[in-house]
């Protein structure tokens, strides 16, 4: 069983369309990360959302924390080619003394065609 | 300034052969996590460190997978008997201390990729 699910795992568009990822749980999250990873390195962060119902903004990726911090979107606005690669989200777990350790979803390749 | 650095990049060792992984983290960095993403699978949690002292290693599959950071600076992951689903790629992370539940942004290295036949 999956703890973060996140959905789709594949996602190919076309340049200048826009797209949504999901990310869903039902555990609460104290923090909520989405990194992109490009082949042959490791996750970078993108965002970082801690507050319930929290959006931010970066560019034409807008991230959102859902109210009761148990999921997160992703959604590029006019996708271009040189958003294509790996998305990652990854949380916190609420409670406890967790220190950083993360729990990731599966990831969505996402491909945008010229 | 450097980034998280791991040593090999590749590694294709026999099933029962022992692999030791490398780590370097970014320099002042106290926390030291270790992940792994096998195929198909999403990356998951192996261990933690602050400085030279294991926080957390609720995810280390089992006794074969041992790891060090001696001196609180590099860590090390061995694997002794390596088996077959060992395979995967092996991640590196390292971030300033934060206190419990405060994120602090982890560095992730480029990872190793084992492969075990």
């Known amino acids: 069983t999956q703890l973060l699910e996140q959905s789709p795992q594949f996602l190919s568009i076309q340049e200048g369309e826009n797209l949504t990822v999901y990310c869903n749980s039902s555990?609460?999250?104290?923090?909520l990360q989405w990194y992109r990873q490009e082949p042959g390195e490791g996750p970078v962060l993108l965002v970082t959302v801690v507050t319930g119902g929290e959006v931010k903004k970066l560019k034409r990726l807008t991230f959102q924390f859902g109210d009761a911090r148990k999921d997160s979107s992703l959604h590029i606005t006019a996708a271009q080619p040189g958003d294509t690669g790996l998305y990652l989200c990854?949380?916190?777990?609420?409670?406890?003394?967790?220190?950083?350790?993360?729990?990731f979803g599966q990831g969505t390749i996402l491909t945008v065609h010229p | 300034e450097a980034g998280v650095t791991q040593f090999p990049s590749h590694s294709v060792i026999e099933k029962g052969q022992t692999v030791t992984l490398r780590c370097d983290p970014i320099s002042g960095h106290d926390n030291l996590y270790w992940y792994r993403r096998v195929m198909g699978k999403e990356i998951k949690f192996l261990l933690h460190?602050?400085?030279?002292?294991?926080?957390?290693e609720s995810g280390m599959p089992n006794n074969r997978f041992l790891a060090e950071r001696t001196g609180g600076t590099y860590s090390t992951l061995k694997v002794q008997p390596a088996e077959l689903e060992d395979s995967g790629v092996y991640f590196c992370a390292s971030s300033f201390w934060g206190v419990a539940g405060a994120p602090r942004e982890q560095y992730f290295g480029p990872g190793t990729r084992l492969t075990v036949t």
């Open positions: 990854a949380g916190i777990r609420a409670g406890g003394t967790s220190y950083g350790k993360l729990t």
């Open positions: 460190f602050v400085k030279e002292s294991k926080q957390d």
């Open positions: 555990s609460v999250f104290s923090s």
